[in-house]
């Protein structure tokens, strides 16, 4: 599992890219990869932790392939906490680049005019990140970094690197599979076509499915974010009105990931699913995901609703009398029920 998770960190990666990881497990099996097996080694990663040490820097600023970084080396051997109020860190951005942004995620210049202005500068809240009124020497280099590479180089962040470690970019992030793109425009952003060739002929994802492997809680946690990335695209098919696409990706996801093998961490994420499915048109996920889970939780009181909802819908009259039958043996007191119960049961004695 780690040989894979860690090469399709770095193949989420474009070309020669910048890669900002957390700590020890997303970053050395990377480099493993790139400098045992010699996968990806275009790509640079750039350890947080390590980001807080003086050689580690320099390191990054001198060997190639190097990172862009504006200070000197004497004063990289100063830098310790810099101290810090909340301020906005405004990072220009060039029209071509935010051009070719716009291109990537399938939007015109045009579009964008419909309700913004389309940027031509990455606009940053950054608060203090330690003790209320200092920033980490990481931080201060992440932006030191995006504002040295002036767009050249992707940057990316993988996402193992939590949100207390992204210089609040996370509103300018782009889904590009086991790494988030930073780029100029602001919203919650797929690349589509991009996506799509790496969950589909670039990842490997052998043995998720196998169910004599044993995943531990740890791992099992570490996948869901193959599933995230499942969903978004998606979502992004949903909202491009591409059901037979959205429903392409949700089956390949439950090929390479099953959940008898690879289990949802809760209901809620097999209700996602369901939903997803439902969007897509195949209701019937929708409605058998949501008896699973009432079936395992019968005193759900918001899936036993989300399901007679749901059932109603479908005009499935007589299902939803026997769910409000067995829900109020149990919850006699649920004056809701009873009313809806009474209506179903009217909708079932009308003539058709």
Known sequence: MAYDYSYNILQ???????????????TFPLWYLQYVEGIRKDVRVVNLSLLNTNWYIKQLKNQEPKVPITLKDEEIDRLELIPWEKRTVKIPVHADFRDRSLQELGLSHEALLMDRQAPEEMVLEVEPTLFNRALRVQDFMILNIIYANGWKKPINFAVTVSDDNKVNTMDYLRMDGLTFKLIPIKGQHVAVERLQNNLFDVFKFRNLDNPDVYYDDNVTGLLQNYRAAFLRLAQAHLRNENNEQAQ??????????PEKVIPFPDYRLSVQLGQLYDMAGRKDELVKRLEAVQKLDPDNAMVTSYLVSVLTRDGKHAEVVTLLE??????PEDMEAKTRLEQE???IAQPK
């Open 248 to 257: 392409k990706v949700l089956d390949r996801m439950q090929t390479v990931i």
């Open 12 to 26: 989420s990666c474009e070309p020669h890219s910048i890669l900002f990881t957390n700590g020890d497990n997303d």
């Open 326 to 331: 067995k829900w109020l043996q149990k919850h």
């Open 345 to 347: 049961r009217k909708a």
